[in-house]
């Protein structure tokens, strides 16, 4: 499978963003997919996932501010970004759960949110 995300940009803090990531290859409804950020300087971090059933999952750090959403019919999935914080700032990233373990593809898109 095959990431692309794009729909980063900059915003003002208390804004909204919406990111897309599109996937190609395999069968698409039957994947776990999966939201992290990278800041500079810090780790990769878990965002939110989306399961197969359309059940979301999300990190404590975005519950409440940001929703997960897919697509099938077009393998796309969706990350609705609101309230945005200074602290989002980073690459976003899609990924494929593979088992136990994340896939990613793509180079990721920024999102810098200015206070």
């Known amino acids: 499978v095959q990431l ?19 996937a190609s290859g395999g069968t698409f409804s039957r994947y776990g997919m999966g939201w992290f950020r990278q800041a500079p300087g810090k780790e990769r971090e878990f965002l939110a996932a989306i399961w197969s059933t359309g059940t979301p999952l999300y990190a404590d750090s975005v519950k409440g501010r940001f929703t997960m959403s897919r697509d099938n019919a077009h393998n796309m999935v969706y990350l609705q970004m609101n309230s945005l914080r ?14 136990t373990s994340w896939g990613f593809g793509g180079q990721g898109t920024l999102v810098t949110v200015s206070s």
Do not use: I
């Not at 940009?9 to 897309?20: E, F, I, K, N, T």
């Not at 200074?86 to 088992?99: I, L, Q």
């Open 4 to 22: 692309q995300a794009s729909g980063g940009g900059l915003v003002q803090a208390g804004g909204s963003l919406r990111l897309s990531c599109a």
């Open 86 to 99: 200074p602290e989002d700032t980073a690459v976003y990233y899609c990924a494929v759960r593979w088992g």
